[in-house]
């Protein structure tokens, strides 16, 4: 779907590395979890975003439920700054070259596309990528992020 470098940009803009909107939120500031990610599965029919968080002791997952509401609700409305952006293409386009390194991921990455009908997303995944706009993405947030049909599903420990 043409959505999907948008989604995936998303979910880099996120959760990626310790600069990332929801660690430098969550995990450094707030000090409520200690591990959080956001991803996007790349799928040809409709799929899911997930985000998956370990919350620190003393914190609830419905705190941090909120937390993490509250930042989506932010690229919703406010854009995306363009270094933040600029930050998202590169990292992306490292991303792609570091799948490359081996035999095997390459064979990998063609073969999903493959098994998904055709590799054309991949061949123009770099420009699409580049193409992407502030705009975009918050187009792409209040289209894909409805918190009223969404899904939570909370893991606890067992008493």
């Known amino acids: 779907h043409p959505d999907q470098p948008k989604l995936s940009a998303i979910s880099e803009m996120l959760s990626a590395g310790k600069s990332s909107r929801l660690y430098e939120e969550l995990v450094d500031k707030k ?6 990610y956001a991803y996007n599965m790349e799928n040809t029919d409709p799929g899911l975003f997930i985000f998956l968080a370990s919350c620190n002791p ?5 705190t941090v ?3 993490l509401i509250a930042q ?11 270094e933040e952006l ?15 390194d081996s035999s095997s ?9 493959l098994a998904r009908g055709s590799i054309e997303p991949l061949l123009n995944y770099e420009d699409a990528i580049n193409a992407l706009s502030a705009k975009d993405i918050q187009e792409a947030a209040n289209r894909y992020f409805d918190f009223t049909q969404s899904t939570t599903i909370i893991l606890r420990k067992g008493e």
């Open 105 to 113: 991921e390459v064979a990998n990455l063609f073969g999903g596309y």
């Open 58 to 62: 003393g914190v609830t997952a419905e």
């Open 72 to 82: 989506i609700e932010r690229i919703k409305k406010e854009k995306v700054s363009k």
């Open 86 to 100: 600029e930050k998202v293409k590169i990292s992306t386009k490292a991303d792609f070259v570091f799948s490359l």
């Open 31 to 36: 000090q409520l979890v200690n591990q959080i």
């Open 65 to 67: 439920e909120k937390e």
